[in-house]
């Protein structure tokens, strides 16, 4: 069991309750990003709906491993945000490299394909989604994805190496419209009573598995709404909640769960994994940066240009926007906008020094927060949020005596 979660010991405490019938209805993840939740989530669910025993084998070739492994088991249900397209442009890369030189983990390298794709689609099951006025248009999305998936799923011989390559971008780029588009920052109070209703109908076999990912960023309705079926779940399913703040989760979800905790890996064991998952052996960084080398944009230019807009609000001068959204990539994707917005708020550390820097680093985190809202869920462009985040920084450092230049 837990046999490609790599440098965790939670898979062995995971294992020891499965064996032993110990494993309860309901269990949160918690650890740093990039430390194996979600695959340790979609093992689980692999594992407790495997046909075989000994029970749980990645190499066991019953139907139902053979669905979870490639991630179209209907028993699956995958919920909540993720930045996955910087891991699709990864593993298409991983699996375009090992095609065109024949490599003997081409397989492997497949399977990460398939399966960093579904990570995306999985959250656009249309049971989750019913009643959402982008349902049309979101299935327009997933039926050209499964297209051109299709010809580069198992057990289909591949084609040659330009159209593989090609299939490759053209999923990757239908991917990432997908995910910036319509992929909700945090979980709709809509999705989880659908959810709650697919869960009460009982599977004809298996057991059903419901993986919420970053569990922490639920609204408080959407919290509630959980928490009623955390309180009398189905007897047949399983419940995994994934978060990387802890502490965020509210206490009465807390104590309806058992917490299993993922320590963050060392560089050499993030390396270790890039090696193995990724086929790299030249990159020194960690996991997380690895995959930001797949970003349109560098991080280092965007925390230049988090530079220019910061420097402008501790000046009061005007920056121009328009060039630093471009110079941003107009933040598509949207993890570019994360990145520029966490730069900012990174540059105003030195301010907690004061109070009166404290009290103004909060309400200029509420600002931040205002202005991802305003570009994410509001779909204001983000050269006119950026004008009003500016605009509401220059009064708040007005007002605090331009405590902003403790900063610079």
């Known amino acids: 069991m837990y046999e490609n979660l790599v440098n965790q010991d939670a898979g062995k405490l995971l294992a020891a309750d ?25 093992e689980t669910a692999r594992i407790l709906s495997c046909h075989e025993n000994p029970q749980g084998k990645w190499i066991c070739e019953c139907p139902s491993c053979l669905q979870h492994k490639s991630l179209v088991c209907s028993n699956l249900m995958l919920m909540g945000p993720r930045d996955c397209s910087l891991e699709i ?4 890369k991983t699996f375009i490299q090992a095609h ?19 990570k995306l689609t999985l959250r656009f099951n249309g049971i989750l989604w019913e009643g959402d006025s982008n349902l049309n248009k979101i299935g327009s999305l997933i039926e050209e994805i ?21 299939l490759c971008e053209d999923i990757a780029k239908s991917c990432m419209k997908l995910e910036d588009d319509f992929l909700y920052d945090s979980l709709p109070i809509s999705q989880v009573r659908n959810m709650e ?21 639920m609204q408080n309705s959407v919290r509630n709404a959980l928490l009623k079926i955390l309180e009398e779940p189905p007897e047949d399913v399983v419940f995994i909640l994934l978060t990387s703040k802890r502490n965020a989760i509210m206490q009465t979800i807390l ?38 080398t797949y970003l349109p944009v560098t991080p280092s230019e965007i925390k230049s240009q988090a530079r220019i807009f910061y420097n402008s609000v501790a000046k009061h001068e005007i920056c121009n ?14 993890i570019e906008l994360r990145l520029f917005l966490s730069d900012l708020a990174h540059f105003m550390r030195p301010m907690l020094n004061s109070q009166a820097g404290s009290e103004a680093a909060a309400k200029a985190m509420g600002l931040l927060r205002n202005c991802s809202d305003n570009i994410t869920l509001f779909n204001q462009s983000p050269v006119s949020a950026l004008e009003i985040l500016l605009r509401d920084l220059f009064a708040l450092n007005n007002s605090f005596g331009g405590v902003f230049c403790e900063a610079m």
Do not use: M
């Open 146 to 166: 499964n297209e051109n998936l299709e010809q580069l799923d198992f057990p289909r011989e591949l084609p040659d190496n330009s159209t593989v390559k090609k």
């Open 18 to 42: 499965i064996r032993h019938n110990r494993l309860p209805g309901a269990i949160l993840f918690a650890g740093p990003e990039a430390s194996g939740k979600l695959t340790a989530a979609l």
């Open 197 to 217: 209703s697919w869960a009460h109908i009982k599977s004809e076999e298996g057991r059903k598995t419901v993986i919420i990912e970053n569990a922490d960023r």
């Open 100 to 118: 065109f030189i024949n490599a003997k983990f081409i397989d492997a390298a497949r399977y990460l394909f398939l399966r960093s794709v579904r």
């Open 321 to 334: 926007i328009d060039e630093i959204v471009k110079n941003c990539g107009k933040f598509y994707p949207r």
């Open 255 to 292: 104590s309806r769960v058992r917490t299993y905790n993922f320590a963050e890996r060392t560089k050499e064991q993030q390396r270790d994994v890039i090696t193995r998952v990724f086929h790299n052996d030249d990159f020194a960084g960690s996991l997380n940066e690895y995959l930001l």
């Open 89 to 92: 442009s990864a593993a298409a």
